[in-house]
């Protein structure tokens, strides 16, 4: 299963094409599918990014769901949003206008490694979402000391 790991950010052209990052590109070589798929994030104005492994184990989970259920009906509709972007000869993909206005991306994203997807946003986005959770840890980690 791929493993994407770190922050990259990279230029968008005016055609939306934007390199993946080679790390993420290695994660999925290999995958029936060459490329990423990207779709809506349900929680963050970002877009979740993952190789073709992890949608197949999706489509397979929604076979054991009840037909209702929420969580049938979350992983329905991330199926429904998800498009398979393919890399190019240079490792672009073209990032869907739709996708990048949903994430406020224009001339720059973040490429931010999650473990076994990714996220792909705006920059400043990307650091807000680390700082935040780095600031809470480490405050917590202080008033835990305190009381020590």
Excluded: W
């Excluded at 070589?29 to 970002?46: H, K, T, W």
């Excluded at 509709?77 to 990048?100: K, N, S, T, Y």
């Amino acid at each position: 299963m791929a493993l994407f790991l770190s922050t990259h950010v990279n230029k968008v052209d005016k055609k939306g094409r934007v390199s993946v990052p080679a790390q993420f590109r290695t994660a999925v070589v290999g995958q029936s599918f060459p490329g990423i798929v990207a779709f809506r994030s349900f929680s963050l104005r970002v877009i979740d990014g993952a190789g073709i492994d992890r949608m197949e184990k999706y489509s397979a989970e929604i076979d054991t769901l009840e037909e209702g259920a929420a969580r049938y009906e979350e992983v329905r509709a991330m199926l429904a949003d998800a498009r398979q972007l393919a890399f190019d000869g240079e490792g672009r993909i073209v990032l869907p206008a739709d996708l990048a206005q949903f994430a406020n991306i224009a001339d720059e994203c973040a490429f931010v490694g999650q473990g076994r997807h990714f996220y792909i946003c705006e920059p400043a986005t990307a650091r807000r979402m680390v700082e935040e959770t780095l600031t809470r840890k480490h405050g917590s980690r202080a008033t835990q000391g305190r009381g020590s």
